[in-house]
């Protein structure tokens, strides 16, 4: 039995789309291809952009599509486990504006992150301090990232990755409050304990890796194992979404595509599948090699032939 433990982790801020679709393949032909194990993990802490029956809906849509996982969590029923790991870190209260906060809720794709200057850094004696400072709102809490942390680590698709954190992001945000876990602290934390050997995802959060990098030496433990890939984007070169038109999963399944059509054509943008034939996910276990992935972006025509 391999010790590889994968992971597919949807936020429920919308529906899932090919895009989704093509990471979480990769993600779980990694795993089953090596007879590893795949966590399921429902990134639910960003109300209120998540929205309501998204969590259900992306469990039958991956379902559909032939995903299964052996274990399931969801955040929002894990605070006091991200309440735990913040007490443990070197982090400090600010009660600067919430805007850049509440953006790190989610996962910070690529441009969606801000640098915080370090404002509040040594101006609070504690948590108190400064609540009271910043009613009625509450203060977030903030990861001191000294001068000169650069972040090293070999992605095991896009290679070689290197950040200096205290220049690019500064003391990132790690919790809205003390029990606002944000994306940064709860994911890192989860992969922990979730025992997950290789983080698979969007290479858009290629960025967002080092702060999680810091957050888990802090806590004394070796980080897992990267793999970013490229994303689909539509004709214009950018990342898909609405206006590439209606590629969520449900809406190929309202209009009779079958599972097989998508997985099919997912397959031949990974190399796998050159003739585009209708594919079952589960067939393709042992045959998705990461080497035939081209390392370009996958242009969505709008057609799956
Ligand atoms: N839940 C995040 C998202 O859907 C993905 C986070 C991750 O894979 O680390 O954007
Ligand atoms: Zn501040």
């Given at each position: 039995m391999s010790g590889y433990v994968g992971r597919l982790a949807p936020s429920p801020t919308g529906a899932l789309h090919l895009g989704n679709a093509r990471t979480f393949m990769i993600a779980?032909?990694?795993?089953r291809a090596c007879g590893g194990k795949v966590v399921f993990r429902m990134e639910d802490l960003d109300h209120p952009r998540d929205k309501p029956g998204a969590a259900a809906a992306a469990v039958e849509d991956l379902r559909w599509l032939g995903f299964d996982w052996d274990e399931e969590y969801v955040q929002s029923e894990r605070r006091a486990v991200y309440r735990a790991a913040l007490a443990r870190l070197d982090a400090y209260p600010c009660t600067c504006s919430r805007k850049d906060v509440a953006c790190a809720q989610s996962a910070p794709h690529a441009g969606e992150q801000l640098f915080y200057p370090g404002t509040c850094r040594g101006r609070y004696a504690s948590w108190d301090e400064a609540a009271a400072a910043c009613v009625p709102r509450?203060?977030?809490?903030?990861?001191?990232?000294?001068e000169g942390t650069v972040v090293r680590f070999n992605d095991a698709f896009a290679g070689p990755y290197e950040q200096d954190v205290s220049r690019t992001l500064g003391d990132f945000p790690l919790a809205r409050d003390p029990d606002g876990a944000g994306y940064t602290l709860a994911a890192m934390v989860d992969d922990l304990q979730m025992g997950?050997?290789?983080?698979?995802?969007?290479d858009d959060l290629l960025p967002a890796t080092p702060p999680q990098i810091l957050v888990a030496r802090q806590?004394?433990?070796?980080?897992?194992?990267?793999?970013?890939?490229?994303?689909i984007v539509g004709t214009d070169g950018r990342r898909l979404a609405k206006r590439h038109g209606d590629t969520r999963l449900s809406a190929f399944r309202a209009a009779g595509v079958a599972p097989e059509t998508i997985v099919g054509w997912l397959a031949s943008t990974c190399g796998w599948n050159a003739k585009r034939t209708p594919t079952r996910l589960r067939s393709l276990i042992g045959?998705?090699?990461?080497e035939t992935i081209p390392h370009e972006a996958v242009v969505w025509t709008g057609s799956f032939t």
């Amino acid at each position: 039995m391999s010790g590889y433990v994968g992971r597919l982790a949807p936020s429920p801020t919308g529906a899932l789309h090919l895009g989704n679709a093509r990471t979480f393949m990769i993600a779980w032909l990694r795993a089953r291809a090596c007879g590893g194990k795949v966590v399921f993990r429902m990134e639910d802490l960003d109300h209120p952009r998540d929205k309501p029956g998204a969590a259900a809906a992306a469990v039958e849509d991956l379902r559909w599509l032939g995903f299964d996982w052996d274990e399931e969590y969801v955040q929002s029923e894990r605070r006091a486990v991200y309440r735990a790991a913040l007490a443990r870190l070197d982090a400090y209260p600010c009660t600067c504006s919430r805007k850049d906060v509440a953006c790190a809720q989610s996962a910070p794709h690529a441009g969606e992150q801000l640098f915080y200057p370090g404002t509040c850094r040594g101006r609070y004696a504690s948590w108190d301090e400064a609540a009271a400072a910043c009613v009625p709102r509450l203060p977030c809490w903030r990861f001191r990232v000294p001068e000169g942390t650069v972040v090293r680590f070999n992605d095991a698709f896009a290679g070689p990755y290197e950040q200096d954190v205290s220049r690019t992001l500064g003391d990132f945000p790690l919790a809205r409050d003390p029990d606002g876990a944000g994306y940064t602290l709860a994911a890192m934390v989860d992969d922990l304990q979730m025992g997950v050997t290789e983080v698979v995802r969007g290479d858009d959060l290629l960025p967002a890796t080092p702060p999680q990098i810091l957050v888990a030496r802090q806590l004394g433990r070796n980080h897992p194992a990267y793999c970013h890939v490229p994303l689909i984007v539509g004709t214009d070169g950018r990342r898909l979404a609405k206006r590439h038109g209606d590629t969520r999963l449900s809406a190929f399944r309202a209009a009779g595509v079958a599972p097989e059509t998508i997985v099919g054509w997912l397959a031949s943008t990974c190399g796998w599948n050159a003739k585009r034939t209708p594919t079952r996910l589960r067939s393709l276990i042992g045959r998705s090699p990461l080497e035939t992935i081209p390392h370009e972006a996958v242009v969505w025509t709008g057609s799956f032939t």
